[in-house]
């Protein structure tokens, strides 16, 4: 490890010498590493300390992410924490074990502090323009995980590059990150200081019941009241419609071809799909309409012909064809 001759020991030195007190075959080995080295003025380099520097900052690291394994492993096996408080308990706990093994390896290693304040400044200054967005997002996924506002299970609305509008599920809160993923298994990553400055769509904030809107067109010369209670029964029959509120069915317009109904249905499991329902509702509502005669609109147009030369010409020039007659029919 590079230090002053005159410094005190370092880690490496504290752990030659034991082993060497130890075993005269290893301390003799040691010794001969440590005889390689380079000097830098005041500062020493040779081939044990490198080593040991390798082998300390392996362990450091092998003990952090096993440490961190295992704190994330007891908190959720903790049942007095919901989801949001684990993640967070989580990320707090992460952040304290590679503190701590950050100061430790410092310490092993015999690296001063505070021969490092001259330059200070300077690392300051980097972290507050290079890192800056990256502790922002950090910063912003603790305060979305204590506000619960965000948090892991729930539906948000998100849009894609094309500006269309879509949902998916928040699968997890990351360092700089959230994950949410969509219905054809589309995984978008918003980082945590948008979702927190900016405008969010939350579909189970504070209650998991989403309203589906199922538009439905019938026939003017249907019976009306008897398409508004099969509209109702095909909705009650979908397996994923609540019962507590129930469906219920709105008259929206009269239109060029149909009487224009809502059907309004909700469900409290949105991560599981919305067309879906909406699908299932219509399948069902089709054969009752097939069973109890109810007929489905579709456009019908009358063509009014006006009388004028250019129509005359028309005509003339097609009952003038070779091989029909005037009537229609061919000869």
């Not at 590079?2 to 290893?26: K, N, W």
């Not at 950050?102 to 290079?130: C, E, K, P, W, Y």
């Not at 994950?179 to 979702?195: A, G, P, Q």
């Not at 219920?248 to 409290?268: K, L, P, Y």
Request: charged share 20%; aromatic share 8%.
């Amino acid at each position: 490890m590079a230090r002053p001759p005159a410094e005190t020991a370092s880690g490496a030195d504290v752990m030659r010498e034991g082993l060497a007190e130890r075993s005269q075959t290893i301390g003799g080995i040691l010794d001969r590493l440590d005889g390689f080295a380079v000097e830098l003025g005041q500062w020493r380099v040779s081939v044990f300390d490198v080593l040991f520097a390798l082998a300390a900052i392996c362990a450091a690291l092998a003990f952090a992410m096993i440490a961190t394994r295992l704190t994330r492993s007891a908190l959720r096996r903790v049942k007095a924490l919901d989801g949001t408080q684990a993640v967070l308990a989580e990320k707090i706990a992460t952040i304290l074990i590679w503190t701590a093994t950050f100061l430790v390896g410092v310490d092993l290693l015999g690296i001063d502090l505070t021969a490092l304040t001259v330059f200070s400044g300077a690392f300051g200054l980097a972290i507050g323009f290079g890192l800056q967005k990256t502790f922002g997002n950090l910063i912003a996924g603790i305060i979305l995980l204590m506000d619960k506002s965000i948090k892991p299970g729930d539906v948000i609305a998100v849009a894609d590059q094309a500006g269309q509008h879509t949902f998916g599920q928040i699968r997890r809160i990351g360092v700089r990150a959230v994950s949410v993923t969509t219905r054809d298994e589309r995984e978008y990553l918003i980082s945590n200081e948008n979702l927190m400055v900016n405008q969010v769509e939350n579909w189970s904030y504070s209650s998991r019941n989403v309203r589906v809107q199922v538009p439905v067109g019938v026939s003017y010369d249907a019976d009306m009241a008897l398409a508004e209670r099969l509209m109702l029964e095909a909705a009650a029959a979908a397996p994923r419609v609540l019962a507590t509120p129930p469906p219920t069915v709105w008259w929206n317009a009269f239109g060029a071809n149909s009487v224009d109904f809502t059907i309004h249905c909700w469900i409290n499991d949105p991560e599981q799909g919305v067309g879906n329902v909406r699908s299932d509702v219509l399948r069902r509502l089709w054969s009752l309409f097939h069973e109890h005669g109810i007929s489905l609109p579709f456009p019908q147009r009358d063509l009014n012909l006006r009388q004028s030369e250019a129509l005359d010409r028309v005509i003339a020039a097609i009952e003038a064809r070779p091989g029909e007659s005037h009537d229609g029919e061919r000869q």
